[in-house]
Nanobody
Framework: QVQLVESGGGVVQPGGSLRLSCAAS????????IGWFRQAPGKERERVSC????????LYTDSVRGRFTISRDNVKNTVYLQMSNLRPDDTAVYYC???????????????????????WGQGTQVTVSS
């Protein structure tokens, strides 16, 4: 069964840190692009970060660059999102998505977000509040 399972969400104070994990099963991350996306209540889903499993190339949305780091462990078949200096506006449900393809990473990332393309996890809630 092909699936992604996110974990690591929770409640944290502003300025705190969390690490999200996205474990893949039923397939390997080779030749995939993996993205983290988030959706806050009443807002559109937005891209957070994407990574290409083969070479580790990555991209970030402006609001998280310098605070979040995406990484992958191809042996563990897992992708991580290390989030630091969290802010209340980071509060959202975070989803990871994996899709096979060799299109440019930015294109893959946009397709996953705008069309639902790829395999999606169930989401994990991140709440940043004092």
């Amino acid at each position: 069964q092909v699936q992604l399972v996110e974990s690591g969400g929770g409640v944290v104070q502003p300025g705190g840190s969390l690490r999200l994990s996205c474990a893949a099963s039923g397939f390997t991350l080779e030749n995939t692009a993996i993205g983290w996306f988030r959706q806050a209540p009443g807002k559109e889903r937005e891209r957070v970060s994407c990574i290409r499993a083969n070479d580790g190339s990555s991209l970030y949305t402006d609001s998280v660059r310098g605070r979040f780091t995406i990484s992958r462990d191809n042996v563990k078949n897992t992708v991580y999102l290390q989030m630091s200096n969290l802010r209340p506006d980071d509060t959202a449900v975070y989803y990871c998505v994996a899709a096979f393809g060799t299109l440019p990473l930015q294109t893959m990332c946009r397709l996953m977000n705008r069309t639902g393309f790829g395999t999606w996890g169930q989401g994990t809630q991140v709440t940043v509040s004092s």
